[in-house]
């Protein structure tokens, strides 16, 4: 098995990646992820990387997506509404969903933030946040996703983030897109991944919050999180 990414960026600002785990097959794929680089709507990048590193079948693990589920809402208030009912299930506090709703509003990170129960900002790097790497999902599940209008390629991407988050003990996940246009985002939880659309205004930023324990080992848990091979079926 082999893990493949590519990343890609203009005056070094990033514009695109893209990652996958396969058995072979390594010049389609990595041919795939240049014309996917060369004709991204973030820009012409200057610089394309692409990593190519051979993975132990061993050290891989091998999960189900968590189950999707999509919630329309008319606006951004009534879906603010819905996702902090979800993140009060799981025992997180209107202050802290308050925070969270602050660090993605503000935009601008690579990666994700992580809050503890109270309220403490676990990554290392206020800037970039924590990337969730080494994670492929399943061609079958790529299809069924987009055949049946389940969602769109972003979710493919973000259901594999969430389902390895949440299988790694984060309570509870967060996020918005980047994309200024795309407006759908989601909540995870160990009971699904929620879609909700309208959870951010057109032209507003985005981003990721991981929720978790107090007593949470979060070096281990980082490096899970950016380290881990997980193939999410
Ligand atoms: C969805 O459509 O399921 C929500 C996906 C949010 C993607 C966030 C991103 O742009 O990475």
Avoid: Q, W
């Amino acid at each position: 098995m082999f893990s493949i990414k590519m990343r890609a960026s203009e005056n070094g600002k990033h514009i695109s990646g893209a990652e996958t785990i396969i058995n072979g097959n390594i010049e389609t794929v990595v041919n795939e992820f240049i014309k996917r680089a060369l004709s991204h709507e973030n820009g012409a990048p200057d610089f394309i990387n692409i990593k190519i590193e051979k993975l132990d079948k061993n050290d891989i693990t091998y999960i189900n997506h968590l189950p999707i589920k999509t919630i329309n809402c008319k606006n951004k208030e009534e879906a603010r509404k819905i996702a902090k009912d979800i993140l009060n299930k799981e025992g997180i506090n209107d202050d802290l969903i308050e925070k969270a709703f602050k660090i993605i509003d503000n935009g601008g990170m690579r990666g994700a933030s992580i809050l503890n129960l109270k309220g403490e900002r676990l990554e290392p790097d206020k800037k970039r946040g924590i990337r969730v790497k080494n994670i492929s999902t399943t061609d079958e599940l790529k299809e069924k996703i987009l055949k049946n209008n389940i969602g769109t390629d972003r979710t493919v991407d973000a259901i594999a983030i969430a389902s390895k988050v949440i299988n790694l003990g984060v309570i509870a996940e967060l996020c918005t897109s980047d994309n200024k246009s795309y407006t759908t985002g989601y909540i995870a939880t160990k009971d699904g991944y929620f879609r909700i659309t309208n959870l951010k205004k057109e032209i507003e930023k985005g981003g990721r919050v991981f929720f978790v324990k107090n007593n949470i080992d979060i070096d281990d848990l980082i490096y899970k999180l950016e380290n881990k091979p997980y193939i999410v079926k």
